[in-house]
């Protein structure tokens, strides 16, 4: 079918006004909060046991960790891209919901919890070398490094249950069941938050009571989203857990593959940015360090906040592919960037007038806490600079157009990493920050350029390929 084809009259149109997209990204918002959240509760206990060495060891761990699981959350979005795109061909084979033809969804999250299983598994394996060889990498002080690895020795056990959650994730909001979403993290947050203030106050376990708590909450959750799976599809424990082997063919299984390694590419080259940006942090010593990993904690938030929106882009931008309808494309990407930059602006104007108080929550550390006051500015920039990038990026997972993907993070990568050390070399801890800024912008760059080509081309087929 080419661009210009009319979607089958069979099919009722894609609700693309802004009340659709706020309707998909609000829950979303809500559900992604309650994700840093975690992180942010965590940071906060820490960043009050006036330990400057235990708040940089926090900031190392939660950075380490995020370069091996972020680094799969292919997981998630190919998941997400799959679903959208197989509601958009349920409705362009018939009138039946997703819901009374179950099979095709329910494969896609069954081999989706297969690969986050074996992966997961696999880390674990690798647990002592991978904990070592990973604060070495980031340039770990001796004390910075001990805590670290207090933490990071309990939070493996949880690996397993975190790959999964990228998968549930994905799954449900590519059908745009976002308030699952919703549930299932908020259900996390929430016991995640109450088993800390447990281990770490009642029963004084300090690092590794922060770390336990986090992955009990996790494992539970699985538990939860399985349940809400279940309720979803409207089917029985049994056939929750029963393969349909035409659905696992090695045409399908290498097409899951092939577009998670395009994605992984992705993935890992903004993982190992990140990590570069915590090395330069680690190698200007403990206080730069522990100020960066509460400042970074605002980008953490505004991203999963921004995701929202890019969501509901994914969302609508997979179900217009999968229908080959091109000019409602372009309309689901006009309103998603214009709900999207306005959410930017909210959250950073929300920023500028809670920053004092947010810095003072995170630390009791004056060294640190002054710090972290002088760069505040920039951080509270990040949502405008970093939107674009966000946005973009659910346009492109909606596509499922892993190829191009793939290529701008290799483009992004050859640009990124000497630039970055130039400025830290020019100017340290202002360097830094300035590096965080020109990897968010050089990502909306190089996207914006790829999907400038294609409408100004007509070619959106070749960005999205035959599923």
Same mark, same amino acid.
């Given at each position: 079918?080419?661009?210009? @084809? ?5 099919? #009722? ?160 909001? +590519? ?10 993290? +908020? ?139 091109? #000019? ?19 959250? @950073? ?10 810095? +003072? ?5 004056? @060294? ?34 892993? @190829? ?64």
């Amino acid at each position: 079918m080419s661009a210009k @084809s009319e979607p089958s009259h069979a099919m #009722p149109p894609i609700d693309t006004s802004y009340k659709r997209i706020v309707a998909i990204a609000l829950p979303v918002l809500l559900a992604n909060l309650a994700m840093p959240l975690q992180s942010v509760i965590d940071t906060a206990i820490v960043g009050n046991m006036n330990d400057t060495a235990k708040l940089a060891g926090m900031g190392l761990a939660i950075q380490l960790l995020s370069l091996l699981l972020v680094s799969f959350n292919f997981l998630q979005y190919a998941s997400s891209g799959l679903a959208a795109q197989a509601l958009g061909q349920l409705a362009n084979n018939s009138n039946t919901s997703a819901v009374s033809a179950p099979t095709p969804l329910l494969s896609i999250l069954q081999r989706a919890l297969l690969l986050a299983f074996v992966i997961g598994a696999i880390l674990l394996l690798a647990k002592p070398w991978l904990i070592d060889f990973g604060l070495q990498a980031l340039s770990a002080n001796p004390e910075s490094g001990r805590a670290a690895k207090t933490y990071l020795d309990v939070r493996f056990w949880g690996v397993i249950a975190e790959l999964m959650n990228f998968a549930f994730i994905g799954w449900f909001a +590519g059908q745009g069941k976002t308030r699952y979403m919703l549930y299932q993290q +908020g259900f996390i947050a929430v016991l995640n938050i109450v088993l800390t203030l447990f281990f770490v106050f009642a029963m004084q376990m300090g690092l590794a009571g922060v770390a336990l708590g986090t992955t009990i909450a996790f494992w539970f959750g699985i538990l939860m989203a399985l349940w809400l799976s279940r309720k979803h599809l409207k089917i029985s424990w049994p056939v929750l857990f029963k393969a349909d082997r035409q659905y696992f063919t090695t045409e399908k299984m290498l097409r899951l593959f092939s577009l998670n390694k395009d994605i992984f590419v992705r993935t890992l080259i903004l993982t190992l940015s990140f990590a570069w940006i915590t090395r330069l942090s680690a190698q200007s010593g403990d206080v730069i360090l522990a100020a960066n990993a509460i400042l970074l904690q605002v980008l953490s938030i505004s991203a999963f906040a921004l995701d929202g929106v890019a969501v509901s882009a994914e969302t609508l931008s997979g179900q217009a592919a999968g229908r080959r309808d091109w #000019p409602r494309f372009r309309i689901i990407v006009k309103r998603t960037g214009v709900v999207s930059y306005g959410l930017a602006i909210m959250l @950073s104007a929300i920023w500028w007038l809670s920053m004092p108080t947010y810095l +003072g929550l995170m630390t009791n550390i004056d @060294s640190v806490f002054a710090l972290a006051y002088d760069y505040h500015l920039y951080a509270v920039l990040l949502p405008l600079v970093g939107v674009g990038a966000y946005w973009l990026d659910g346009i492109f997972f909606g596509l499922t157009a892993g @190829s191009v993907i793939r290529n701008a993070a290799l483009i992004l990568a050859t640009i990124f990493f000497p630039l970055s050390w130039l400025l830290y070399q020019q100017w340290d801890m202002t360097g830094i920050w300035l590096s965080v800024w020109c990897l968010l912008l050089l990502r909306l760059v190089i996207l914006g350029g790829f999907l400038y080509r294609a409408n100004q081309t007509g070619s959106y087929e070749k960005l999205q390929p035959e599923a």
